[in-house]
C-alpha cells in the first residue's frame, strides 16, 4: 500500500520541486519568499492536482487484470497448495 501512495506524493511534489531546481539553476532565491507568489503557488497546486487525478485515471485504466480475466485465490487442493492466478 505504501507504493501507490508514495507515487502520489511524489507526483504532487514533483511540480514544486522542478520550481525549485529552475529557481536553483537561475541563482534566484529559492527560499525569498518573493519567488514564491500566492499566484504561483495556486499555479502549481493545480498543476499537481492534474498530475495526481492523471495517474489516477491511467492506473483505473490500465492497472490490474485484463477485462474478462477472473482471479482464483490460493488455495490448497488434494493436499497441495495452488497458488494464486488468473483464469
Not at 500500500?1 to 507526483?11: C, D, G
Not at 539553476?25 to 514564491?36: I, K, S
Not at 477472473?70 to 497458488?83: C, L, N, T
Request: proline share 7%.
Amino acid at each position: 500500500m505504501i507504493r501507490p501512495v508514495a507515487t502520489e506524493i511524489l507526483l504532487f511534489v514533483t511540480p514544486f520541486a522542478l520550481y525549485a531546481a529552475f529557481l536553483w539553476a537561475t541563482r534566484a532565491g529559492v527560499f525569498d519568499r518573493t519567488q514564491w507568489p500566492l499566484k504561483r503557488l495556486l499555479t502549481l497546486c493545480i498543476l499537481a492536482l492534474l498530475l495526481v487525478l492523471g495517474s489516477f485515471l491511467y492506473f483505473a485504466n490500465y492497472g490490474g487484470a485484463p477485462v474478462g480475466r477472473e482471479y482464483v485465490p490460493a488455495h490448497v487442493e488434494d493436499g497441495k497448495f495452488v497458488p494464486g492466478r488468473l483464469r
